[in-house]
C-alpha cells in the first residue's frame, strides 16, 4: 500500500521528460498514484512547444536526450519562466557541475525512495512560501 505524500492540501502539478518512454511512463504511474497532475513528454522539443509559465510546481528533466538536451531545455524553460524549480535525472554529473550552477539532481539508476524524497524536499520551500503568503496576503470574504 503506498502512503500519500502530503505536501498541503493541494493537487501539485508536475512537468516531467524523458527520451526514454519505459521510465517515462513508470515515473507518470508512481507519481499519479501519490496524487500528482503529471505532465509527460517523451519529446523534449514538444514539452517546449507545449510549456505554459507559471503551470508547474516542479518540472523533472532527463540530462541526455536527442535533439534538446535537458540543460537546453532547462534554459530554454527559464527564458519564459524564471520561477521555474528544476530537478535534473542523469547517471553522469559532469555535464551539469560542468554548466557552474547550483542545479539539483537525481542520480540514475533511481531508487524510488529517493526520487519521491527528492520531490516533496524541492516542493517543500514552495508550500512554505505558499502559507506565508495566504496568512500576509490573506483572501477578501
Known amino acids: 500500500m503506498m502512503s500519500e ?4 492540501g493541494i493537487v501539485r ?7 526514454d518512454v519505459d521510465n517515462l511512463e513508470l515515473f507518470t504511474l508512481i507519481l499519479q498514484n501519490y496524487h500528482f497532475n ?3 513528454y517523451s519529446d523534449p522539443l514538444q514539452a517546449f512547444l507545449e510549456f505554459k509559465a ?3 510546481d516542479l518540472i523533472i528533466l532527463d540530462y ?4 534538446l538536451n535537458g540543460m537546453e531545455l ?12 528544476v ?3 542523469t547517471a553522469s554529473f559532469v555535464e551539469l ?3 557552474k550552477e547550483a542545479l539539483e539532481t537525481i542520480r540514475k539508476p533511481i531508487r524510488m525512495g529517493e526520487f519521491l524524497q527528492h520531490i516533496k524536499s524541492a516542493l517543500t520551500p514552495q508550500v512554505k512560501s505558499e502559507l506565508l503568503n495566504s496568512q500576509t496576503n490573506p483572501i477578501p470574504i
Do not use: G
Not at 5 to 8: G, L, P, V
Not at 64 to 67: D, E, G, N, Q
Open 54 to 56: 507559471n503551470c508547474y
Open 5 to 8: 505524500i502530503k505536501i498541503s
Open 87 to 89: 530537478i535534473f535525472l
Open 97 to 99: 557541475y560542468a554548466n
Open 74 to 85: 532547462y534554459k530554454r524553460i527559464k527564458e519564459i519562466d524564471k520561477r521555474a524549480r
Open 64 to 67: 541526455f536526450m536527442p535533439v
Open 13 to 19: 502539478h508536475l512537468l516531467i521528460v524523458d527520451d
Open 38 to 40: 503529471v505532465d509527460a
